[in-house]
């Protein structure tokens, strides 16, 4: 595996598979910067890598401004020389039915999910192109490619993610490589954005009921950026043995 030595920038990276990438991606000996808004946490991930040898950065910024993700990018090629891949995870899911018009939380999650990664492109396919390498891993979900009642919103900006990440790929095929990793039901903080109690209540019983560790995805995740240079990992869809949608 083609990991050791390899910078490696996160986004959302305070929890959930942000952070299972982080710890498993710097025990394989890449050299990591986590990003996200809870500094504490941050410090925290950052603290415990070191203690086990690894390396490791942080930076508190917010993917929905694009001078944070800028300066996030800029950061880690400040600290660590240069930057080999951006794994852009940064993701929020108000579940809700499109008649309760939660506006400020559809716009939140297409802020999230859509621009971020959008921003985490933008600022760092110029370095990929002077450097000649690089390698995109954008985050989506199952939703990417089914939609379920009140997960309207949520799968459309997956959708985009899965559009973007094919339209990027055609686009800087040959030393820029791009993967889509979809995850299924997985452990993670995202159903704590639902503001409706009952919705919330009903989505975390679900999830209990069929959920992999995050860190089967760090495990996908190390296994497209640890390929060698000529072999492009372009989508792993990664579920539960038990999940069916």
């Not at 996200?36 to 925290?44: D, G, H, S, V």
Request: one cysteine or more; charged letters at 25%; glycine letters at 8%.
């Amino acid at each position: 595996m083609e990991i050791q030595g390899k910078v490696v920038a996160i986004t959302g990276a305070s929890s959930g598979i942000g952070e299972a990438t982080a710890r498993r991606l710097a025990a394989q000996g890449a050299r990591v910067v986590v990003g996200a808004r809870r500094t504490a946490r941050l410090e925290a991930l950052v603290e415990d890598i070191r203690r086990q040898g690894g390396e490791a950065a942080y930076r508190q910024f917010d993917v929905t401004r694009r001078e944070d993700v800028r300066s996030f990018v800029g950061f880690a090629v400040e600290r660590f020389g240069r930057l080999d891949v951006l794994v852009n995870n940064a993701g929020v899911m108000p579940l809700s039915l499109m008649e309760h018009l939660k506006v400020e939380e559809w716009e939140r999650m297409v802020d999230v999910n859509i621009k971020g990664v959008l921003y985490g492109i933008a600022a760092a396919l110029p370095l990929f192109k002077a450097q000649g390498s690089g390698q995109f891993v954008n985050i989506s979900s199952v939703g990417d490619r089914v939609v379920v009642p009140t997960s309207t919103v949520y799968c459309a900006t997956k959708f985009a993610v899965r559009a973007i990440s094919e339209g990027l790929r055609q686009e800087v095929g040959g030393s820029i490589r791009v993967t889509l990793v979809a995850p299924g039901v997985t452990e993670s903080e995202l159903a704590e954005s639902i503001s409706d109690p009952e919705m919330k209540r009903s989505a975390i019983e679900d999830l209990r009921k069929s959920i992999i560790p995050a860190d089967a995805i760090a495990r996908a995740i190390a296994f497209a950026i640890g390929q060698p240079a000529d072999v492009d990992v372009n989508e792993l869809v990664v579920r539960p043995t038990s999940q069916t949608f």
